[in-house]
């Protein structure tokens, strides 16, 4: 039931706000609508019924008090000019008085207030004439009949009432509405920016802003932010310091290596030299994926298929197909550098590879299949945490660190974006990148 309630409950901070001011207000216009109806519109209703009701009644006292042989004609013309009543007789008519044709609140209290001061049959119309109201009282001799206007039974303060209920209500709304708008925006700017950060983007323009809390929240995003690029700085400069200040003695052993005898001890410290230089790229390599490249505009099909064509130089059977031109925000050289470093690998260890590049609702999708041997289902987690390496198949024999899907993730993840692992409709591995448009 919860669950069901949530459904339909608004999802938004604003709409959830609004709803919990509409809620109290609509609670409070029904109460005071129930206390009007109960203390104010009956009582109203039955006073203005009980006023006509005494007005037939005196009519009908009239015509029996000793005014002479017109005293009936008198009681109508006192009737007419003084009490607003238009009153006919029927004479020897007989009325039924079952049936009363309204039965609306003003009926109700007409018929309510006739009860208490006639002890005669009478009979309520309300419903063939449109301004008036009929009442028929039924008298020793005939049938009188008196028609009176409707504004005498029916108070127009019920309308004024719910009008003013009801626009007084609107316009808190609105006012709630636009004083909610203003608080949520603060709210807003702070996740924009967070999501800006999260994607590496310049978020310099954001300041504190709102209420207390939203700045306080504000000011402590500003400084996580301020850590977290501090710390990615200190370690990108750590890992390019110790990568380039090693490189120094490499390449003086290999110099030493080249004036030695060509022996296989000279072959093997070579082999472990060049492997170590290789090392050293890959962490240069790592640390250059967290450079401070700026996003630009980039066509993503453009710069795929560009990786697509060197690739192919390379002797790469490559099967691309891009649909048509996505532009979205990218760090151009890191995240070429990252699709080389997936293409090659799928080149690699398959013989045929397939790339594609599509737009969705709100996200583009790179897919890259090969039919090589594929990464295990149980390591496809771990193939992204930095120096691990595949036992097997594929990462055994190409001399890397562990390093290569690690930078790739990395890129990725900073554009806004994820990496995900799978089995190729070829046979071999699927690599499937979304990238947000």
Wanted: proline share 4%; net charge positive; aromatic share 6%.
């Amino acid at each position: 039931m919860g669950d069901l309630i949530k459904n339909y409950l608004p999802k938004s901070l604003l709409g959830r706000s609004l709803l919990i001011i509409v809620i109290p207000l609509i609670l409070l216009q029904l109460v005071s609508a129930g206390i009007f109806y109960e203390t104010h519109w009956n009582k109203v209703t039955l006073s203005l019924a009980r006023g006509v009701a005494g007005d037939v009644s005196a009519i009908i006292n009239m015509q029996h008090r000793d005014f002479g042989p017109n005293a009936r004609l008198a009681a109508m013309n006192i009737a007419s000019n003084n009490m607003g009543l238009s009153v006919t007789f029927t004479k020897e008519a007989v009325l039924d008085s079952r049936v009363h044709k309204g039965s609306g609140l003003m009926e109700r209290m007409l018929i309510r207030a006739m009860s208490e001061t006639n002890s005669r049959p009478f009979r309520i119309d309300s419903e063939s004439l449109r301004r008036f109201v009929i009442i028929e009282v039924q008298l020793s001799d005939g049938v009188m009949k008196v028609v009176t206007s409707r504004k005498r039974l029916f108070s127009s303060t019920t309308y004024v009432f719910v009008l003013w209920m009801v626009g007084t209500s609107l316009i808190l709304f609105a006012v709630a509405t636009i004083f909610m708008r203003n608080q949520v925006k603060p709210i807003r700017r702070l996740a924009l920016a967070a999501e800006d950060f999260g994607k590496g983007r310049d978020v310099s323009n954001f300041k504190p802003e709102g209420a207390t809390e939203v700045r306080k929240a504000a000011v402590e995003f500003l400084a996580m932010r301020d850590r977290i690029s501090r710390q990615i700085k200190q370690r990108t400069d750590m890992l390019a310091g110790v990568s380039h200040d090693l490189r120094t003695p490499l390449t003086r052993m290999r110099l030493e290596l080249e004036m030695l005898d060509d022996n296989n001890a000279a072959q093997n410290l070579k082999t472990d030299v060049t492997d170590m230089e290789h090392m050293l790229e890959g962490y240069l390599a790592f640390a250059r994926g967290e450079g401070t490249e700026r996003p630009t505009p980039a066509n993503l099909t453009q710069l795929i298929e560009s990786v697509v064509v060197q690739a192919r130089r390379k002797g790469g059977q490559i099967d691309f197909h891009g649909e048509g031109e996505i532009t979205l925000p990218l760090r151009p050289n890191a995240f070429k550098r990252s699709m080389t470093n997936l293409v090659d690998n799928a080149t690699r260890f398959g013989d045929y590879v397939t790339i594609r590049v599509r737009e969705r609702e709100d996200f583009a999708e790179v897919l890259i299949d090969d039919d090589g041997p594929g990464i295990p289902e149980d390591q496809r987690d771990d193939v992204f945490r930095p120096f691990y390496r595949v036992e097997g198949s594929r990462n055994q024999e190409t001399g890397g660190v562990g390093l290569g899907l690690t930078i790739v993730r990395d890129v990725i993840r900073a554009h806004g974006g994820d990496i995900e692992l799978g089995t190729s409709p070829n046979g071999g591995l699927r690599v499937r990148l979304r990238l947000p448009v």
